[in-house]
């Protein structure tokens, strides 16, 4: 456990992997009636270090989850049926999905990346801008679909819990249909303009210049942007093939998150009329510039 503000400590999950970085920030915020963000991995000996965490006469009032990745919000049953505590989400694991994501996953595909967990059920829902009040804390939820539909983050004073939207050591995962590249870019903006004096993300050490992390993560995805576009200057390509061209950088073991992020791309380029399918949209599918 580690302190990192007067009122915030983490305690780190033990699930260290390419995706995770050295594994998932679990957060406790708050004196004596505390809350915890994101309780991570089914993970018994995690569940005992939030627990080893409190302080004593300290007791757990409310649980919040960004999202329902299984890094994140599996142990959050656990946790609640040892204290008591409700669970606060924007929904479950298909909550807040766009129109075409929608649609995309009844044609059966299935997202890539650390996996969903599908039996993710809240005992209440937050809206967008709702704040929760504990003992001497609150948190404004802040509906940031993009990396999942259902994601939040959550605003603590001048303080912001990102999940995984932003993140300090990579630029996160966007794997249709579960994510949406043009909700994600919308939801990195929003964030930007909250003016926070920090970003706690749910992996890696707190961002110091939010703003210039949002800033360098639209540009990065504009960046992307533009180098698969002149890919399909050359001709029509599927995902596969423009990410061996583009990722020409990227370790091996990460390269199927990088295929959806260029899946991601591709379909965001259909929605903005700059490209167009072979068919169907679908992963292997052929896309072609306009």
């Not at 939030?50 to 006469?57: D, K, T, V």
Request: contains cysteine; negative net charge.
């Amino acid at each position: 456990m580690e302190w990192l503000e007067t009122d915030v400590r983490r305690v780190l999950a033990g699930n260290p992997s390419p995706m995770t970085h050295w594994g998932t920030n679990t957060y406790i915020v708050g004196r004596r009636q505390v809350a915890v963000i994101d309780p991570g991995p089914d993970n018994t000996q995690h569940l005992g270090n939030i627990l080893g965490a409190l302080e004593p006469g300290e007791t757990i009032s409310h649980i919040f989850v960004t999202h329902s990745h299984v890094d994140h919000s599996p142990l959050a049953a656990a946790l609640s049926a040892a204290t008591g505590a409700p669970v606060l989400a924007y929904g479950d694991a298909t909550a807040g999905r766009s129109d075409i994501m929608c649609q995309l996953a009844k044609t059966g595909l299935v997202g890539g990346g650390e996996g969903i967990d599908h039996g993710f059920a809240p005992d209440k829902t937050l809206t967008d801008g709702q704040t929760v009040r504990g003992g001497n804390w609150e948190l404004t939820a802040h509906w940031t679909p993009g990396h999942l539909g259902n994601h939040l983050s959550f605003s603590f004073g001048n303080s912001v819990f990102t999940g995984d939207h932003i993140m300090g050591w990579a630029s996160s995962l966007v794997s249709p249909p579960d994510g949406d590249l043009t909700d994600f870019m919308v939801s990195t903006q929003k964030l930007a303009d909250l003016g926070a004096r920090v970003f706690h993300p749910g992996h890696g050490a707190p961002v110091g210049d939010p703003e210039g992390r949002a800033n360098w993560l639209i540009e990065h995805r504009l960046s992307r942007r533009e180098s698969i576009l002149t890919a399909l200057t050359d001709g029509p390509a599927d995902a596969k093939t423009l990410t061996r061209q583009i990722y020409n950088d990227v370790p091996a073991q990460l390269l199927p998150a990088a295929e959806r992020n260029v899946f991601a791309h591709l379909i965001d380029l259909v929605q903005t009329s700059d490209a167009t399918t072979q068919g169907t949209i679908a992963f292997n599918a052929g896309f072609q510039r306009i």
